[in-house]
Every structure is written in structure tokens, then in C-alpha cells.
T-cell receptor
Framework: GENVEQHPSTLSVQEGDSAVIKCTYS??????FPWYKQELGKRPQLIID?????GEKKDQRIAVTLNKTAKHFSLHITETQPEDSAVYFC???????????FGSGTRLQVQP | DTGVSQDPRHKITKRGQNVTFRCDPI?????LYWYRQTLGQGPEFLTY????????KSRLLSDRFSAERPKGSFSTLEIQRTEQGDSAMYLC???????????FGQGTRLTVV
């Protein structure tokens, strides 16, 4: 089955700096890659997603890049703000399946 | 609130007891998922419904676990003979189509003592 590795497990940046979180996946048939943000005690919320027919997608301060050949994808947050502090999860879904396979999460702390 | 609703939010039970959780998806969503999340980990897939049909089950879903979605609307997840290892957050999610965004509920936090 699919396996998703996520790095780093914790990331601390100064307010205004950029943050990058990286994930790799194992199943070359995976074609959907969402990123979720989970604040303490709250539900995971989708912040951006990308499909395998696209190499990059951007939404304001957030961008995701996908390298299908290397089977890795990354989340980029620019101009970080304290409210970006949360745990971020990457996920992948294989074609023909319904389940998302999640990474183990990255705890991002933005220092004011 | 028109999001995914889960009940109860918290459940403490003694080992060996049965528990049942409920999930009400977003009304027009015909796809419903159950995930389990332990501290410091990402959600792990348990099972998936399309309307009332349970189409996919994870190996994590042992024979002590059963899920239903009898009318294609709300779903229940039952755990029989609970064990301490069942302590986790149980998350429900729904989506309107397979390729669509999955919206998560707040979860039910189960503690088995």
C-alpha cells in the first residue's frame, strides 16, 4: 500500500520567514495530494491540494509543488504569521482508492 | 453549523465495554470516511462508505469494529470489547465526489481506562 513520509517533524521559524515541509510517497499510482492544517484540539482543515497533472499550485501565501518522477511534494508558506502555527499533514491518495494516506505531521511554530 | 458533526466529543469507557460513535456528514455528501488519529500521528484510514455501501475497509478495522450507514446519511462506528489500545481520536470525514475535498468533523476522543 501507499506510504507517506513527512519531514521535518518540527519546524520553528521567525515571523515573516518562509517555511517548507516535504513529503515523499511510495505508490506511483497516487494522483491526489492534499495538505491539511490542524490546530490544537481542532479538526484537520484542507489548506491546499494538487493533482498529478499539475506541477505547482499557489494560493496567496501558500504553494505546493509536486515532482512525480521523484515522488515527492512540498508545502511552501511565505511571510509566515503566528496564526500559521499548527500541525501540518500531507496526504496522498492512489488512483482507484478512496482512502487518504497521511504523513506523520509537522509541528510549525512561528515565533513573533 | 453545516459541517460534519460527530457525537459524542469525548467518551471515557472501561476496558471491555462497547462504545458507539455517530457521524452526521454534510447533507449533500454521499461519501463518508472514518479515520483514527493517535497523539502525534496523522489520521489512519479505517473505512469508507459511498451512500449506504461500505466499499473499503482497512486492515486496522479488526472484527471488534463495525461501521454502518443504514440510510446513506449518518454513520455509526461501534467498538466492542474495548482495549486500551483503542484510545484515540476517531475522525469522520465526508466528500461530495471521490476526487473532491474531504471535510473532517471535530472527532470523538475515546479514552479506555
Amino acid at each position: 500500500g501507499e506510504n507517506v513520509e513527512q519531514h521535518p517533524s518540527t519546524l520553528s521559524v521567525q515571523e515573516g520567514d518562509s517555511a517548507v515541509i516535504k513529503c515523499t510517497y511510495s505508490d506511483s499510482a497516487s494522483n491526489y495530494f492534499p495538505w491539511y492544517k490542524q490546530e490544537l484540539g481542532k479538526r484537520p482543515q484542507l489548506i491546499i491540494d494538487i493533482r498529478s497533472n499539475v506541477g505547482e499550485k499557489k494560493d496567496q501565501r501558500i504553494a505546493v509543488t509536486l515532482n512525480k518522477t521523484a515522488k515527492h511534494f512540498s508545502l511552501h508558506i511565505t511571510e509566515t504569521q503566528p496564526e500559521d502555527s499548527a500541525v501540518y499533514f500531507c496526504a496522498a491518495r492512489s488512483a482507484g482508492r478512496r482512502a487518504l494516506t497521511f504523513g506523520s505531521g509537522t509541528r510549525l511554530q512561528v515565533q513573533p | 453549523d453545516t459541517g460534519v458533526s460527530q457525537d459524542p466529543r469525548h467518551k471515557i469507557t472501561k476496558r471491555g465495554q462497547n462504545v458507539t460513535f455517530r457521524c452526521d456528514p454534510i447533507s449533500e455528501h454521499n461519501r463518508l470516511y472514518w479515520y483514527r488519529q493517535t497523539l502525534g500521528q496523522g489520521p489512519e484510514f479505517l473505512t469508507y462508505f459511498q451512500n449506504e455501501a461500505q466499499l473499503e475497509k482497512s486492515r486496522l478495522l479488526s472484527d471488534r469494529f463495525s461501521a454502518e450507514r443504514p440510510k446513506g446519511s449518518f454513520s455509526t462506528l461501534e467498538i466492542q470489547r474495548t482495549e486500551q489500545g483503542d484510545s484515540a481520536m476517531y475522525l469522520c470525514a465526508s466528500s461530495v465526489e471521490r476526487a473532491g475535498e474531504a471535510f473532517f468533523g471535530q472527532g470523538t476522543r475515546l479514552t479506555v481506562v
